[in-house]
Nanobody
Framework: QVQLVESGGGLVQAGASLRLSCAAS????????IGWFRQAPGKEREFVAA????????IYSDHMKGRLTISRDNAKNTVYLQMNSLKPEDTAKYYC?????????????????WGQGTQVTVSS
């Protein structure tokens, strides 16, 4: 079992940047792909980005591509999501999740462990 805790969210103005962190406890994340998802009130959860266990490959959502960088530090058991040029429509609760699958899924149903989320609010 692995526990995931997100941090780094907050209230920012449009155009600002935030770096979210996903810290794991319970066991190492070094064997898991890690994904970030977000969910705004009244909307479905959507995929944001994911990174392979080694950090050697990453995938991004089309709607945020170019404004995101996902990275990981396996020695710290932590995955990061750098978000730049934030827009009001990026307002949502952001979740990290770990998968045991040997590929990087975009669908949330393929992730096995989830954190509680961190709120990101972008004002115009």
């Amino acid at each position: 079992q692995v526990q995931l805790v997100e941090s780094g969210g907050g209230l920012v103005q449009a155009g600002a940047s935030l770096r979210l962190s996903c810290a794991a406890s319970g066991r190492t994340l070094g064997n898991n792909g890690i994904g970030w998802f977000r969910q705004a009130p009244g909307k479905e959860r959507e995929f944001v980005a994911a990174i392979s266990p080694s950090g050697g490959s990453a995938i991004y959502s089309d709607h945020m591509k170019g404004r995101l960088t996902i990275s990981r530090d396996n020695a710290k058991n932590t995955v990061y999501l750098q978000m730049n040029s934030l827009k009001p429509e990026d307002t949502a609760k952001y979740y990290c999740a770990a998968t045991i699958r040997p590929w990087l899924p975009r669908e949330g149903s393929s992730y096995d462990y989830w954190g509680q989320g961190t709120q990101v609010t972008v004002s115009s």
